[in-house]
């Protein structure tokens, strides 16, 4: 069964504070994706990487950036956390599947609130 | 860009009654989607994709290319149905997500 975790369910930072969310899977997929979950906008790519220190942008990467130094883990980083970026961050992973989309599983979530 | 739309934000139905959530995409080529849902308290997971043809938990999905639909039914629905639905479409190895339907069965 394919576990994907998350670092922390709630976070409550300051605005200007540095953020770091992580992810780690365990099932040595190749792609990690981090999107932001919000009412009436759905599910926004931010970031996903499809191999070690290889990343590409989503549709939102303005004010984030991401690390993925080791397969199973790929971090999401707020360099100067705004309060446009409170929100719920979901983690993926998935196999890398030339040619196709391959199911995504997904983490918990982390429930990131700046004030 | 690939867009996915769903026009509903929420979808009301009583229990027993067919539903059905709403998927309307634009792409160009032949297109790969899926239905995800989250429960209550739980991640959100993979319901069904279109080239399994497949029925899960009752639920089916007909990829309709003419009117570029892909819409979830259901005959008969039950209170456990109640969660969010995503519809997406793939984008090589990403998904494009619509804006989630709530769907709401009530007793």
């Known amino acids: 069964d394919v576990k994907v975790t998350q670092s922390s369910r709630y976070l409550v930072k300051r605005t200007g504070e540095k953020v770091f969310l992580e992810c780690v899977q365990d099932m040595d997929h190749e792609n990690m994706f981090w999107y932001r979950q919000d009412p009436g906008l759905g599910l926004r790519l931010i970031y996903f990487?499809?191999?070690?220190?290889?990343?590409e942008k989503g549709d939102i990467p303005e004010g984030y950036s991401v690390s993925r130094e080791k397969k199973e883990r790929f971090s999401l980083i707020l360099e100067s956390a705004s309060t446009n970026q409170t929100s719920m961050y979901l983690c993926a992973s998935s196999w890398g599947l030339a040619g196709g989309t391959d199911t995504q599983y997904f983490g918990p979530g982390t429930r990131l609130t700046v004030l | 860009a690939q867009r996915v739309t769903q026009p509903e934000k929420l979808l009301s139905v009583f229990k027993g009654a067919p539903v059905e959530l709403k998927c309307n995409y634009s792409?160009?080529?032949?297109?790969?989607l899926f239905w995800y849902v989250q429960y209550s308290r739980q991640r959100l997971q993979l319901l069904l994709r279109?080239?399994s043809r497949e029925s899960i938990k009752g639920f089916t999905a007909d990829l309709n290319k003419g009117e570029t639909s892909f819409h979830l039914k259901k005959p008969f629905a039950q209170e456990e149905d109640s969660a969010m639905y995503y519809c997406a479409l793939s984008e090589g190895n990403k998904l494009v997500f619509g804006a989630g339907t709530i769907l709401r069965v009530k007793s």
């Open positions: 990487s499809y191999d070690v220190k290889m990343k």
């Open positions: 792409y160009s080529g032949s297109p790969e």
């Open positions: 279109h080239i």
